[in-house]
C-alpha cells in the first residue's frame, strides 16, 4: 500500500510559476513509476507528465511540454512538478499517481493503482 500526499497548488497570476510536491508513505517509493495528471470538473482525467523509477525517463504532455518538469527524489520519497509560463488554461485539480510499470501506457489512468488527493492550480488571467 502507497499513500500519496499531494501539496504545493495555489493562485498565480498567468506566466507565474507554482511547484506541486507529491510525497510518498508506504512501501518502497523507487519501485514506482509516478505520474501527475489533472481533471477539471465534467472532464476526464488527463495525463501532465510521468517519470521513471529512476527519474532516468520522462514522458510529456504536449499541452505542457517546455513549461513543466517532472522530478524525484527517491530520498525523500517524493515526486515534483515545476510549473513555470502557467496559462489559465491550466486552471484545474493536480493529482498525483504511482503505477508499477513503465511504457507508454503511463500516458493513461489505467496502470496506476494509488492515488494522491487533488491539490488546485488557478492561474488567473
Known amino acids: 500500500q502507497v499513500q500519496l500526499v499531494t501539496s504545493g497548488g495555489g493562485l498565480v497570476q498567468a506566466g507565474g510559476s507554482l511547484r506541486l510536491s507529491c510525497a510518498a508513505s508506504?512501501?518502497?517509493?523507487?519501485?514506482?513509476?509516478m505520474g501527475w495528471f489533472r481533471q477539471a470538473p465534467g472532464k476526464e482525467r488527463e495525463f501532465v507528465a510521468a517519470?521513471?523509477?529512476?527519474?532516468?525517463?520522462?514522458f510529456y504532455a504536449d499541452s505542457v511540454k517546455g513549461r513543466f518538469t517532472i522530478s524525484r527524489d527517491n530520498a525523500k520519497n517524493t515526486v515534483y512538478l515545476q510549473m513555470v509560463s502557467l496559462k489559465p488554461e491550466d486552471t484545474t485539480a493536480y493529482y498525483c499517481?504511482?503505477?508499477?510499470?513503465?511504457?507508454?501506457?503511463?500516458?493513461?489512468?489505467?496502470?496506476?493503482?494509488?492515488w494522491g488527493q487533488g491539490t488546485q492550480v488557478t492561474v488567473s488571467s
Open positions: 499517481a504511482a503505477a508499477r510499470i513503465w511504457s507508454h501506457m503511463v500516458l493513461t489512468t489505467t496502470p496506476y493503482e494509488y
Open positions: 508506504g512501501r518502497a517509493f523507487s519501485t514506482y513509476v
Open positions: 517519470i521513471s523509477w529512476s527519474g532516468s525517463s520522462t
